[in-house]
Structures are given as C-alpha cells and as structure tokens.
Nanobody, 115 residues
C-alpha cells in the first residue's frame, strides 16, 4: 500500500511563497508519475503540475511561470515550489502518485493566500 504525506501548507500574503512536500512510502516512487492537484471550495479538483519518472514536467496555465514541481528519488519526495502566490491559489493541495494503472492520493494540505 502506498502512503503519501503532504506538508508545507499554510497562510501567506499575496505575492509570497510556499513550498509543499510530499513523501511517499514504498519502492515504486522512482518509476511513478507524481502530481499536485488542488481543490477550492465549490470547485472540482484540478491538476496543477506533474512530473514523470524521467523528470518531464507539465503545468496548468494558471500556475505556469510561478510554480515549479521537482522530485528527489533518493528521498521518495516530490516538491511544489509556489511563488508569486495569488488569492486565487487558495485551496487544499493534494499529492498524487500514478503507477501501473493505479493512483494514490495524500490527505491534502491547506494553502491560504490573503490579499
């Protein structure tokens, strides 16, 4: 069973930065596609960024140029560096792992950006 544990959320003023971390259990991390999703109240969960096992990244248009996803296979950890945060980025952020046709989710971490 894969477990994902997020950390790093919190309250920040607009224009500020936060770095989210997601630590994964198990030995499949290095072959998995890792992603960050977010869900604001009343909205559907949406993809924010993803990174393949080879390091190829993809971003939603709303965060491109402001957020950076990275991974450290030695630590089984994926990161999301969030800069120039906007109130519209306020949401619960979830870590996602995809491998062998399955996906797993973390419990989520709250990010609140005040104006």
């Amino acid at each position: 069973q894969v477990q994902l544990v997020e950390s790093g959320g919190g309250l920040v003023q607009a224009g500020g930065s936060l770095r989210l971390s997601c630590a994964a259990s198990g030995s499949i991390f290095r072959i998995s596609v890792m992603g960050w999703y977010r869900q604001a109240p009343g909205n559907q969960r949406e993809s924010v960024a993803s990174i393949t096992s080879g390091g190829t990244t993809n971003y939603s248009d709303s965060v491109k140029g402001r957020f950076t996803i990275s991974r450290d296979n030695a630590k089984n950890t994926v990161y999301l560096q969030m800069n120039s945060l906007e109130p519209e980025d306020t949401a619960v952020y979830y870590c996602n792992l995809k491998v062998f046709g399955r996906q797993y989710w973390g419990q989520g971490t709250q990010v609140t950006v005040s104006s």
